[in-house]
């Protein structure tokens, strides 16, 4: 059950990933990625929310959704090989400035709004 769980919440983290950067790319016509960055950072949210909401709800289905959601999901939904890489390219073809932001605004915004999600989790 535990492979299958983790199978569903990858497929779809996978799918929301794709059309939700696909979506916020398309419309702002920056070169900076800007679909990636939303995606890890509301991922980081989504991630800290769950933790939250699981660490003061035991009597939850802990291991499934864990798996589904917190392992399945947002494992897929975001993504650090992509992160890297348009950072990489961002560099390498001069825009030191937005490579800068990225590669600093990414881990830095999304530990914070995993706190933020943490903190609101726990009191839901």
């Known amino acids: 059950m535990t492979y299958l769980l ?9 799918l929301c990933r794709y059309h939700i950067s696909q979506f916020i790319q398309v419309r ?3 070169f900076f990625p800007i679909g990636t960055f939303v995606v890890n950072l509301s991922g980081s949210l989504l991630l800290g929310l769950l933790g939250g ?3 003061f709800h035991a009597n939850w289905p802990v291991q499934s959704l864990q798996s589904t959601f917190g392992i399945g999901f ?7 090989s992509s ?4 950072t990489l390219q961002l ?3 001069g825009r030191y400035r937005a490579a800068l932001i990225n590669v600093l605004g990414q881990p830095l915004l999304g530990c ?9 989790g726990e009191h839901l």
Request: contains cysteine.
């Open 6 to 14: 983790l199978a569903i919440g990858g497929v779809l983290g996978a």
């Open 28 to 30: 702002r016509q920056i």
């Open 53 to 55: 909401l699981l660490a």
């Open 74 to 80: 947002c494992a897929t939904y975001t993504t650090f």
């Open 83 to 86: 992160f890297i890489f348009e």
């Open 91 to 93: 560099w390498r073809l």
């Open 112 to 120: 914070l709004l995993a706190w933020i999600g943490l903190m609101i």
